[in-house]
Nanobody, 121 residues
Framework: VQLVESGGGLVQPGGSLRLSCVAS????????MSWYRQAPGKERELVTT??????????YYVDSVKGRFTISRDNTKNTVYLQMNSLKPEDTAVYYC?????????????WGRGTQVTVSS
């Protein structure tokens, strides 16, 4: 099982980044996918979750990113994305991909190793 994040980097306030997480080793479509983040000296927090890829899929966003971040997934590519717009310095953190089974009988949850996002001028 692997979750491999990419797309992090250094960006100026107000800028945008798109994170990707490619999954392998499990039935991707049977898992809810989330992005967590952990800033220095702070606890890891849930940023956003998406259940299914279709229109009926539920999406959750923490209040601090609503209207700025968008989660999406492509089950044909086993990939979940996080589009981050209007980035703020307080968005600086390591961003982690997370997979949680939607049904019983599946393994997990699983974590990626993270990708650093730094928002600074």
């Amino acid at each position: 099982v692997q979750l491999v994040e990419s797309g992090g980097g250094l960006v100026q306030p107000g800028g945008s980044l798109r994170l990707s997480c490619v999954a392998s080793g499990f039935t991707f479509s049977s898992y809810a996918m989330s992005w967590y983040r952990q800033a220095p000296g702070k606890e890891r927090e849930l940023v956003t979750t998406i259940t299914r890829a279709d229109a009926g899929g539920n999406r959750y966003y923490v209040d601090s990113v609503k209207g700025r971040f968008t989660i999406s997934r492509d089950n044909t590519k086993n990939t979940v994305y996080l589009q981050m717009n209007s980035l703020k310095p307080e968005d600086t953190a390591v961003y982690y991909c997370h997979a949680r089974p939607l049904y019983g009988g599946y393994g997990g949850p699983y974590w990626g190793r993270g990708t650093q996002v730094t928002v600074s001028s």
